[in-house]
């Protein structure tokens, strides 16, 4: 079986679906893989929602789903008239003192901010795709891995589609307790889940029988899930990537402490999907030379840029450079090779 399997990269999602359009033309899927951003385009796409998938990214800037949440909205008003404050001719200070200590009392006490959980609203995200995320529309497997941060443990959630119970008794046999079966209840929240960068995002609640526990972005442990798309059966596998192979220098250094924050999660997750990579060859070549028994040789492919997108990772609000990604992916997907 083939299987696409899809890495995290937040807005560089967008070459991501570009590729996807393009391969989904040539080549039938049977298993979709995918972790973070790939997760939410790996939800329509085993739908087979390839029109669809294109027609959010083309319009998410217009959706403004990067949002501050009041918390945050707050906090920065406060800073902005404290330059206002220093900025401002003396004249203006006595009311530049007042709206400073109007925005001071907004805010509440300083334990709240640090009790938040994250710094994005999660609304604009839910309203922005709720309308593609629909269980029962389902047309291939999907496995989508997130990270439990309640047990500090990787999982994953899963959707056997068609007649493949063997596929799905061995899966579950491998995987063990560190998987959850897909449902119409936990689908979206599982797909939110697995996108929800920490720090960016709050945690994402989900019930696990009698427990609830505390998700997040399955890059933190499980960036790129090519052992899932195996595990499910997959003897052939598609990765698409965001990142180029070789190391390059970024288009514009962080300017912000949240800037740093994500361009190291993001260089984390990048070699995350190399090693994973590099795992996989090595068992390739484990099997040929009959050093392993009892497993099968797994043909592998990438497909990402040759250089790097330029898109931050919360670049969602930039609709040019959104398009941009989309059309290098499409070139790329259809310039791969595909046997």
Request: net charge negative; proline share 4%.
């Amino acid at each position: 079986m083939r299987a696409l399997v899809l890495s995290g990269g937040g807005a560089s999602g967008a070459y991501q679906a570009g590729a996807i359009t393009a391969l989904t033309r040539r080549v039938t899927y049977d298993i979709i893989c995918g972790t973070s951003i790939g997760a939410v385009n790996g939800a329509v796409v085993a739908q087979d929602k390839i029109d669809e998938l294109g027609d959010i990214w083309h319009s998410i800037a217009s959706k403004r789903i990067i949002q501050y949440v009041p918390q945050v909205q707050r906090l920065l008003r406060l800073i902005g008239d404290v330059e206002a404050l220093n900025r401002d001719p003396l004249f203006m200070r006595p009311g530049d003192l007042l709206r400073l200590i109007s925005r001071y009392l907004e805010l509440g006490p300083p334990s709240g901010i640090f009790r938040q959980m994250g710094t994005i609203a999660r609304e604009p995200v839910v309203e922005a795709l709720v309308d593609a995320m629909n269980f029962s529309a389902l047309r291939r497997t999907l496995v989508v891995s997130a990270t439990n941060v309640s047990h500090a443990a990787s999982e994953c959630f899963y959707a056997f589609v068609g007649n493949h119970a063997g596929y799905e008794r061995a899966f579950r046999e491998k995987r063990k307790e560190a998987c959850c079966q897909l449902t119409a209840e936990n689908f979206f929240p599982a797909v939110l889940a697995s996108s929800a960068t920490p720090g960016a995002f709050e945690p994402v609640v989900i019930e696990m029988g009698t427990e609830r526990c505390l998700y997040v972005d399955g890059g933190v442990a499980n960036n790129s899930p090519i052992g899932l798309a195996i595990d499910a059966g997959a003897s052939d596998v598609t990765v698409v990537a965001m990142e180029p192979l070789e190391n390059q220098e970024l288009h514009e250094a962080p300017a912000t402490m949240a800037e740093l924050a994500l361009v190291s999660y993001n260089v984390f997750q990048d070699r995350m999907l190399k090693l994973d990579l590099k795992l996989a060859q090595t068992v390739n070549q484990a099997i040929l030379a009959n050093a392993l028994r009892g497993k099968r040789v797994v043909s592998l492919r990438t497909v990402r840029p040759a250089r790097r997108l330029g898109l931050p990772i919360l670049g969602f609000n930039d609709q040019a450079a959104i398009d941009a990604a989309f059309d290098q992916g499409l070139r790329d997907g259809e310039a791969a090779e595909i046997e």
